[in-house]
């Protein structure tokens, strides 16, 4: 599934643009000649997923979510020299983003191959730009787990202590929701699990537990359905995530995908021509 | 200097909110009886420089920009459980985020604390929240570079390149822009800083030089004029910027104040009330 | 669950108003003094379902979905003349639209009464107007489908031929959506039917089938799942939708709420004062 | 005359699109490769006017406002399986609509063939589709009335009531539009006719009177003047529209043209290539 | 009448702020405290009719449309004075041009006084401020014409070129038009105004003839017929245009209204408080 | 420098022509047979400075800037009659008013040739028309002042008044705003002059000298420094800028450049073909 929606796209680079623009570069319209026209590449400052797709106007020599190394370069372009300069920065900025998020993920998915276990997002994205970001974790290898709020349920312990408790909640959502929807719950215990389960929960979301108590717990839910989800949640780090795949979880929740992003390191070298 | 436009952050944080909401919150609904009400803690969960003024609508503890210990509730809110918890996602997105970014700028501007030397942020920012960043390195004790290619010249070598030397450029800005704006001039060398004061810049802006050269530098250019600035870009570091400070630039720009930022741990805490 | 986003509701309200209004109602600017008073209300003129609530500015004398015999007096309001004027005939075009979606959303539902069959809407809505007929259709007491492509997966026939097979369609679906979406299959006998289950299908949509096939293609399902979801669609009408219904589906989807809407017969009366 | 503006009716389209796609088709994107083609056509399924237009990416074999047999091949087109899958819905949904406004409209001509009559559309048009149900009404062969409040001064007898008088109504809106618009004005019988021409209506809208009442009003008001329109409005059918017609007036305004609309069947046949 | 569309009007002003504010005013963050407070008063500089309406926030001395001597104090305002220095030039600009244009228009008022030729204005308006222009005329005592190409019909010789003849234009769209418009006619001598009012005109448009021509053209269509209406358009100047009011025709256009308009003369004092 | 932002260009022109054409050219739609094409051209009625860019579209005989005679057919065009026509009004309001802004710029260019003073103009401009009149400015030979608040500092004598004293303001801007802004300051007299430039302001505006008191007051900053720009503003007109002039200042600042603009007379000949 592909988040991509273009028409969006184009608006979102439209607004970066903007951001940066203004009225206009002052530098560049005071100094080049108009129709001064010039080249300009992209190269790789270590070693990256790279996310290039957005930019579809570039000649790229790398394709979206291929591993690159430091000196590569990964596209060129050429044309009127303002428009390189004026575009540059705003590039820049959404590349080495994009490819950073694209990079970890990739990281993190290769810590657990060989498991079921997928690598899945969250919504602790940067604001404005949640579709670029599950965009690349796609590109780096993961799952994108629901986009926003409307695109599925997840009841969490806030809604279960409000409902009363978690079967009530669940029951509820189920209730109000029809068959449509695929109902996630947050469980901390087996006990918690039974309810879940029973009360009609598709995914259990695990939050909080080791690789040992998170085995025990896949055990205790497969006795119980061959039908249901279960997803960790929690701290999860390049460290520990082997071991929680281990434990037979379908889903891994990864925050450090989208939130505290490293930019990659990547140039633009620009020359006349 | 204050870039916090109020009608473009209430624009910015609707699209925020939109982007995670979609077309509601589906679990709320489903589960949460209507008008059911709730109150909602923001916990610092590690010191941090506190950026709250975007969400002026919490009951705030802390002041914008000032430093919390690990476990102070910054802030509360109540209100509709629907409409807290609709929330809570983009308002920690967001309030991690740009706590992090004042939070690194403030760690800057104390390691150069007692030299004339300011912290100045960059055009590196995440796309879409340049504002909103700049800003949170205001808090932080920080100052605003310029806001974008349309707020002040800056002649690049790629300008210098293609225009034919660094002092035609520089003349040929002046020409264009009149009285009206400052320019800026990246210089490598004596011999640049030379060339650029003599055409009619008054910021000389210096990449890649040890922090010996640049007291060098500086010193050369002192002498040529009581006028121009100097700002020192580059590979600055928390661990390299006060040797940088203590060579007597006016500027310090430092990319890691909005690149690849480290978001805060914050923490929200909600009851039924 | 309730697909009305406010912000959405007074977006579309205005374009409405925006399309009939124009540059201003120059009747009345022509005519009726400045500052003018009236009071105005709206009259059943048949016995309906009342879809009230986008005009909450309106004193409501009846509930939004309660059933009102012809002549009652359903909601009052007051103002400046010129205003009352304005909005009269968007109001009314508004009102009887969607009290006819729910009015006849409400004599299926009663039709059914007594069974397991839920009555739910589908795509084949007015064109702008979805969100507000879709939540009309929850006044009637329907159920709500997916709002729209994006919003659950259906495959269809069309899909399953271009995909090889319908089993082939089903699986490829479950591969690339994860655990977060249900999936709905179109099957035509009980041999699809297995397929679909086979490969994963949570629902099963039945088209075409009269109700004593459907009811042998219900128990076949049964036996097989417990889990899985039959949803009939078709021609269904007021007079076999009961036939459908004892033949034990849980969802009947019924075009008629939604298209040909008849709209129904409110008056508005208006009054100096 | 000709309301269909072809920038509003893109941004129409696009904003019934958004609707129905959101964040894209994922049944779509999960099951078909990538780049399929295919080829679908509209096919009738019941007599009707068909209204084309507002799709013109079609390749159409039937022109706008011709009436065709059930069975018709009305429209083919061809390209990427995932965008004939995507916009399908929305273009029943209009088309089906469209060319039921156009095709009750026609009715209503024919009815009246060989009188004086036209038959011309009303305000009481579905909210947000105006432009696109006026242009069907001229397909069917109607005539267009007033595009809404800005376009035309229409005295009721809220207008003359809240004025003082029906004349003073007039005479005040003569006054205050100078000699650019056209002044209707509601009668009810002979005085008030005789009334409303004396202070300089140039349109007579009748309503609630019998086709015999109508023709000795009709009569009365060619005697007093030559150039001022009748116009019938009130609860015109199929079955008394002629009856009306052949009492001489100029329109018959005929709220079903547009209100309680009968979508056409159309169906629309999928196939790879 | 009144074109003063109160949404628009906003939406304008916000677009004339946001054009001189940019990112903000810059001078007045950096010099003036927080919460600092002003008052100010608009002073007229030379005798004026007065156009205030559009900044309803100010306390005025003056009602719209009031001739006031120079010196006269016509409006003050207080509140924060970085509020006030902010929105100071796009006031001033905006009710300047607005005063000249009322100004304007009361002196060509005055110069027909007493005929029975009103002053009315054209499409020759300041690209995005007809509807403030058109809102001045009113306020200055003149008539509207018709506010664009869609809101009555004029016929002018290019569209008579066209079609072929005058009349065949005039009977076109009358047919096209039906009952719902006012027909105008550029005419140049007696027998295209015959020819226009035998082909269904109402309205001649005269230009190009003396004031002697006129009266006897006026003369020869009054024969013709008692309601057609007769406007003079060309160089109409406060010299001439008595001269031309004399002569008898209903409707006086002149360009002058809102072409060259002279900006009156309206001081900005400010001080703390 | 070059203001003119092609997007937001296209969107002011978008504007414009709603604003004309509402919901369409209903006389022209009446009266021409669809798809008549015609050919128009622009004609200079009088000597003036063409503002051609805008409409590039148009096959223009005259380069933007160019000076042409009365009588010079200075552009045209062909295409579809319908669309020239509707567009004909919007384009000659544009061309005239902004052919006025570049013909009276080069009026006052010329006036001080063979001088150091250059011509800039204000923030005088027609409200939503400020990127187009600057534009036309550099076309007449002018200079650009700051575009708007954002886009400079300029400290006034109400700046100076809030903050205490001239001085005050000048070092209070100085600090807030770093080294990346010049700032401007209204000094009326040497002492305050010599106050502004010892307080670190960049441009000296002075306002209200008379031309031999001015060329003291340029004496005198000249003695203080070398650096400091001189810029008069005040009652600047054709007879008296000359002798401005002469008194040595770098820039004259002249409201007339964009206030009170005269159109120039441009006629638009159409015919068909």
Redesign the interface.
Known sequence: ???L?EGALYS?IG??LR???????????????RN?R?RGRFVAGETMIVTLDPQQQLEAFASDGEEVEAGKVIARTSGF?DVL??GE??A???L??LS?VATITRQFVRAVEGTEA?I?DT?????????LEKYAVLLGGG?????????????KS??A???GSLGA?VK??RE???????ISAEVANQAEATEAIASGA??LVVDGLGPAELADLVGHVRKLSA?V?V?VSGPITLENVRAYADAGP??IRVDALT?????MAIGFQ???G
């Open positions: 599934m592909n988040w929606d979102s607004l970066f951001e940066d623009l203004g009225r206009g570069d002052i530098t560049t319209q005071s100094v080049l000649p001064a010039a020299a300069l004026a920065r705003v820049l900025n959404l080495q983003h950073g997928k899945v919504r602790k994205t940067t604001p404005g730009l949640r579709m799952t994108n787990h629901r986009y926003g709020l409307d695109d599925g349920l997840c009841i806030n809604h202590g409000i409902a909640a509820s959502a109000a929701i029809g068959h449509v929807h695929v598709n995914v039908q989800t997803e379908n889903l939130q505290s992003v490293k930019a620009i020359q006349p």
